[in-house]
Every structure is written in C-alpha cells, then in structure tokens.
C-alpha cells in the first residue's frame, strides 16, 4: 500500500507541476496568436497515450510516460526535432514568425507559471490558515544522527540567536534563507548558559542525506483525552497528566511515548506521569506539573495495536496571524522570494563544490518518496511540497542548457541580436547536443536514487 501511494502522489505532484508549466507556454502562445499543435500532459513516446482529443487545432492529450510534457508550438524547433515547417516560408502563426520579444515571453512562459503557482500555494495556505509563530522559549527536540545533532545541540536546547541576530520564532531560525547562508551559527540556552555551535560544511547535504532537519519544538507529552474503554482509563491515568517516563526510559516528546508503546502491544508497561489539578480557563503550565504535580507510576498493557487510548494536548506556544488579502499576496510573493533565492544558492553551493552533487540532487525515485512523506503529514506540507518543487522546476528550466526553456531563451536572443536566424543545422545540433546531456544527467540521477535512497 505504501509503495502504491508513492506512485499516486508522485504522479499528482508531477501532474500539478508540468500541467502549470506547459499551461504558461500554452497561453502566451494563444495571447500572441501562435498556433499550438498539441498540448500533453505526460509524454506520448511511441505514440503511447492514455487519453487524447482534439479541439480546434490543437490536440490535448495524456501520455503514458509521466515524466514530464509538452507542447508542440507550429514553427518552433523543440525536443521533437521536427523541422518539416523550413522548406517553407514562415507563416503569421507560427512561432518563427514573430518578434523576438514575443518569443522570449513564450519560452519564459513555464518558468512564469510555475513561479505564479508557488505564489498562489503560499497565499492559499496564509489565508486559510495565517501565518505560524512558534515562539523560541519552545525548547527543542533533535533527532539522534541528524545534523543538528552532530553539531551539539542537544534535546531541550532554546534557540537565543542566528549569526548574532536575535530569534523570536522557530521559523525565523529555521529559515531556508539562513540555513542556505555562506555562514551559519546559532547561539543556544542551556541549562541557564549561553553555546555557540556552527554548521559544518556541506550542510544541506546533511540535512539531505539525514533526510531532514532532524529538529523540532518539543510537544510534551501533556494527555488531552483518556478514551473509555481503553487500557489507560482502566489504569486510572488521568486527563492534563504529564508522562515523564515509561519502563524507566524519561521521556520529553510526544513520538517518543508514541513510538515506546506502539513498540510494546500487548506487553505491560509502567508509565511514570505527574498531575496537577488544572484551572480552568488557565493554560497548562508545564514547568508548574514537574515542580509541584503529584507523581504517580502506573502498569498499563497496550492493545493489540499498540494503543492505550490517549490523545496529546497542544500545548506549544504557537500563534496563527491572520494576514488578510493584501497581506497574503505579499506573504505569498515574499516566500517564493526566499524559496528562490535558497534554491538559487543550493545550485551554486553544488556547482562551487561546497555541497556533495550526488546527496543534493534528487530524481524520480526521491521526488515520489518525499511527496508521499509530505502527503502523510498533511495538505498542508504536501502543498509546501509542490511550491519547493515548483520553483526548483522553474530555476532549472531557465539555466541556459540546450533542449531547456533557458537554452532555447538564449539562442532566440542571440537571433534578435544579430537580426537574423541562425542556420537550422546549427540549431538542431545544439538542440541534439542538449538532448544527449539532458537524458545522461536523467540517467545518472536515476541510477544515484537507487544506489543513494
């Protein structure tokens, strides 16, 4: 069942994305009267198609091979070659016809529209849901193994600055415009002191090959309800009780009581937690459980399914600002901003050599395993998900490589210079030469997904 949703959602994601792209081709070649040919989804190879119909002089269609798309503009030399339209003159609506100006918009049209989708993902989530503070004084859960770790920060810690700059929320530490910066230190609270610990080099490819972060605001592990009928209920656990540890193991985080009894279904445990009867209307002070609650040490037997029947309360000190219309336009273009600048920045790290090419880089195999993960987590992450990929999508057809959008942008600016085409000969083996480079990087990504899962 898992390996079937990573086939769904990588297909969904993949869908969303190159329908957007090709849309932006789509429709600034109708604005500047361009005849489109075919417009598919997927790609159509030995004529291998799901679905297909025309409408007018176009014909929409959905290929078997969902890797990517395209459209098929009269006129233009694109990854079909086809040059039948030269022993011809050129005709009002073919794409050689018109003015440079126009070309470029159309070449530059994906790369336009997959930038507007990231926009309008951001907008969508700021006013669906507003904006996320989570504030600092939300000590921090790390993961064992991740880079955070590796660099000495420690569960509990409380982030205090950035590069000397004073934090007021997570997100701004977490920033993926920090986190891609040339330098990178944080100043922690610990135990009443003040650490300095530093990324180390190649950082994002740690956080890559960690698969993540690996860092968090603890969620303690505060019991919302005690469901009836339930193992817990029947242990006398109470609702607003603290878990401090189980079979002797302290425990901090929620998924770490989550994860010790899923892993214990059907074997008594003993459950150590505190109480302090709540007030009501007041919010849970957790410093104020541990100093003054009752401490009670219970055996309880998990389910079946390893469950007991509790649920967690939210207790992290989070806020949601609601931003409004105007503000979450320019929430949405502000964050696609930043997304861009860190992808640009990523690419230049890989080119440079400050990052591992082979742990940066991901092709199908890593796409469909993070889009599953994202979709597991929620809309939400999921949609951030696809504003990541759609930018990465943009930056990458716009460098200037043969057979990408930024390679032909290049050539058809080259013309409008020099005030005349260059021979098709030219073209075709350049487009050729880009081709071969493009399906050999395919290729070595492909075989670096399987062999760097």
Known sequence: MDALNTVFFFIVAIFILVTAHEL????????????????????????????????????????????????????MIDESLDTGFQSSEPEPWEFRAKPVWQRLIVLAGGVMMNLILSILIFIGITLAIGESRTNVSNPAYVEKGSVFASMGMQTGDRFVAANGKTLESWEQALDPELLTSRHLSYTLKRSGNDITISAPPGFISKINTDKGIGIRPIVPPVINDVLEKMPARAAG????????????????????????????????????????????????????????????????????????????????????????????????????????????QGFAKIASGQEDFRRSVGGP??????????????????????????????????????????????????????????????????????????????AYILINDIFNP
């Open 24 to 75: 932006g081709h789509f429709l600034t070649a109708k604005l500047f009267g361009m005849r489109v040919d075919k417009f598919y989804i997927g790609f159509d190879f030995f004529n291998l198609r799901i679905w297909k119909k025309k409408i007018g002089e176009t014909e929409y269609g959905i290929g078997v091979f969902p890797l990517g798309g395209y459209v098929k503009i009269a006129g």
């Open 237 to 344: 656990i109470k609702s607003g009780a603290l878990i401090t540890a189980i079979n002797g193991t302290r425990v901090s985080d929620w998924t770490e009581v989550v994860g010790i009894i899923s892993s214990n279904a059907a074997k008594p445990i003993t459950v150590e937690w505190q109480y302090l009867e709540p007030v009501k209307g007041a919010d849970v002070d957790i410093e104020k459980i541990r100093a003054e609650g009752s401490r009670f040490t219970t055996s309880v037997t998990p389910d079946q399914t390893g469950k007991i029947g509790i649920s967690l309360k939210q207790t992290l000190d989070t806020e949601r600002r609601k931003l409004g219309l105007a503000g979450s336009l320019a929430s949405g273009v502000r964050q696609t901003w930043k997304m861009c600048v860190m992808t640009v």
């Open 365 to 442: 195999i890593k796409i469909a395993k993070i889009a599953n993960q994202s979709a597991e987590q929620g809309p939400v992450s999921f949609l951030y998900f696809l504003s990541m990929l759609s930018i990465s999508l943009a930056i990458i057809n716009i460098l200037p490589i043969p057979a990408l959008d930024g390679g032909q942008f290049v050539l058809n600016a080259i013309e409008g210079i020099i005030r005349r085409e260059l021979p098709l000969e030219v073209k075709i083996r350049i487009q050729q030469i880009g081709m071969a480079l493009l399906l050999a990087l395919f």
